[in-house]
């Protein structure tokens, strides 16, 4: 049975629930078996029953169905008899100056990928998608079809790589040479997650790029591999950036906080001679000097004037100061 009931642009509204927006449902045949040797069919925030239609046309198994609803699902591939079954995420062009999470920075495309079938299934509208469909004429078959998605996915991951580089030398820039005390403790946190965050997706997609670029693979395949290689080791370079920065803002920190402590001990050692010779004062009102000597007072002035200046020196002959 082939599924023959896909109308192009056709649009459902659906309530969102919890924050009362609207998706917009959109199946898409692309390619079809006549022209192409394959279908192509792409699906924009499906709900279960057209999964379940789907699924009963192109014998799909109900787990792998039930995960394209899992909107935090890790990326990974699952090769059964009759297909394949792959979740990329990519990275969302939204950007949130807080954003930590997988859902927050990545969006999940599945795929179910047969000799004969090709289905793309998203929550939201994926532009990467509009490059491999210009050339869908050109590819004989779903080999390259899945390489040429999963280079577009690899590639959404290439600008924000560049982006995080420049935070990153902004945040060096705010610790090594600028005086202002900024908060920036907080945004250092947040880029150390993001980068961790992409760093796994990654890391996660490997089984995907190895299987694609397997027998069956090459020059094209190879390039995505080369993609693929790149980007991870963009982002542990990344990676290892912002855990070093984030050591040096500590140490910067706590060299500061020593600083203080010694500039405070410096002046308590300054005030501890006076403040004997003060409670010594305090002690015997009876016998103060300049109760019999019209000079004792200023004498003791002069006295505690000379102790000051001496330990002056002898801090700057140590090198404390």
């Not at 109760?291 to 000051?308: K, S």
Request: charged share 25%.
């Amino acid at each position: 049975m082939r599924y023959d009931l896909i109308i192009e642009n056709r649009f459902r509204i659906q309530n969102y629930t919890r924050r009362r927006t609207f998706r917009k449902i959109m199946t898409i045949q692309i390619c079809n078996k006549e022209e192409h040797g394959y279908d192509w069919i792409d699906i924009n925030s499906p709900d279960d029953g057209e999964l379940q239609e789907i699924a009963a046309a192109y014998g799909l198994h109900p787990a792998l169905v039930h995960d394209c609803l899992q909107p935090g699902h890790l990326p990974k591939y699952e090769s059964l008899e009759e297909y394949a079954f792959i979740i990329f995420r990519v990275y969302t062009d939204q950007e949130f100056l807080e954003a930590d999470t997988v859902q927050e920075l990545t969006n999940k495309v599945a795929i179910f990928y047969s000799a004969s079938f090709f289905i793309t299934i998203h929550r939201y509208p994926q532009p990467l998608l509009e490059p491999v469909i210009k050339r869908a004429s050109m590819l004989k078959n779903t080999h390259q079809l899945l390489n040429g998605v999963a280079r577009a996915c690899l590639a959404t991951y290439d600008e924000p790589s560049n982006n995080l580089a420049r935070s990153i030398d902004y945040y060096e820039e705010q610790v090594f040479l600028s005086n202002r005390n900024k908060p920036i403790l907080k945004g250092l946190y947040y880029l150390r997650r993001r980068i961790d965050l992409l760093k796994r997706m990654l890391m996660l997609s490997r089984d995907i790029i190895e299987n694609i670029d397997d027998h069956q693979g090459n020059v094209n395949t190879r390039d995505t591999r080369d993609l693929y290689v790149r980007l991870t080791t963009i982002y542990e370079s990344l990676n290892d950036n912002i855990n070093q920065l984030l050591n040096t803002y500590f140490s910067t920190a706590s060299q500061r906080t020593n600083e203080t402590m010694r500039v405070l001990t410096i002046f308590s050692v300054f005030f501890m001679p006076l403040t004997f010779i003060v409670g010594i004062y305090g002690m015997n009102f009876k016998y103060m000097p300049e109760l019999q000597y019209p000079w004792g007072y200023p004498g003791v002035l002069l006295l505690m004037a000379v102790i000051t200046v001496a330990i002056y020196y002898w801090f700057r002959r140590k090198r404390w100061l």
